[in-house]
Every structure is written in structure tokens, then in C-alpha cells.
């Protein structure tokens, strides 16, 4: 079965930017919404973003829309995490997460596969 695997993950400035890639193996993401979840220390793991599998609708939580952008590529097998003006409460290990024939919930119990996260750190 397919399986995640982040990348992209490091220390950056407030205000900068980094780009997350979830990459599958053994398959494609076809069929799949993904989404993108985070956990930052002593938190609860919360959504941050999805695109959908049929249409390929995105939604945000609140307080990343007109920063974060999620997107895939052509041939299915990543998706990205486009994260601008970085601010230190985005400070999270990031996971992606695949849920067969999903819309992009917020749920993350719908989602059955995830990725083993990868920290980002936003200084002040």
C-alpha cells in the first residue's frame, strides 16, 4: 500500500518561508485526498490544510489561508506544503496524511495513512 514520507522540514526565521513535500511510494496519491496536519509542543494535532482527490479542492484552517498553499504534482506522487510569513506559533512537527476517496477533511481520524512528520521551527 502506499506510503508518506515528509521532507522539507527546518528552522526558519519568522517571516520566511519553506516548502513541505509528502512523497508516496508503493503508488500514487490517485484516489486520495491529503491532508497536512501539525502538532506543536504539549498541543493537540490540528488541520492545517487539504486537497481533495476529485476536483482538487483546497481548504485552510483560518489562520494560515493567504499564507500556506497545498498543491500536487502531475504525476500524483507528492504534494507540497507552500508555507509563506512564517510566524513562531507555526512551530509544529508536520505530518501528511492520505485519506481513499476523501474530500479533504479535517478530520484526522478519517485519514488512514500518515507520514512519520517533520519539525518546523519559526524563531522570532
Known amino acids: 500500500q502506499v506510503q508518506l514520507a515528509e521532507s522539507g522540514g527546518g528552522l526558519v526565521q519568522a517571516g520566511g518561508s519553506l516548502r513541505l513535500s509528502c512523497a508516496a511510494s508503493g503508488g500514487t496519491f490517485t484516489g486520495y485526498a491529503v491532508g497536512w496536519f501539525r502538532q506543536g509542543p504539549g498541543k493537540e494535532r490540528e488541520f492545517v490544510a487539504a486537497i481533495s482527490w476529485a476536483g482538487g479542492r483546497t481548504s485552510y484552517r483560518d489562520s494560515v489561508k493567504g499564507r500556506f498553499t497545498i498543491s500536487r504534482d502531475n504525476a500524483k506522487t507528492t504534494v507540497y506544503l507552500q508555507m509563506n510569513i512564517l510566524k513562531p506559533e507555526d512551530t509544529a512537527v508536520y505530518f501528511c496524511?492520505?485519506?481513499?476517496?476523501?474530500?479533504?477533511?479535517?478530520?484526522?481520524?478519517?485519514?488512514?495513512?500518515w507520514g512519520q512528520g517533520t519539525q518546523v521551527a519559526v524563531s522570532s
Open positions: 496524511a492520505g485519506d481513499l476517496y476523501g474530500s479533504g477533511s479535517s478530520d484526522p481520524s478519517l485519514y488512514r495513512i
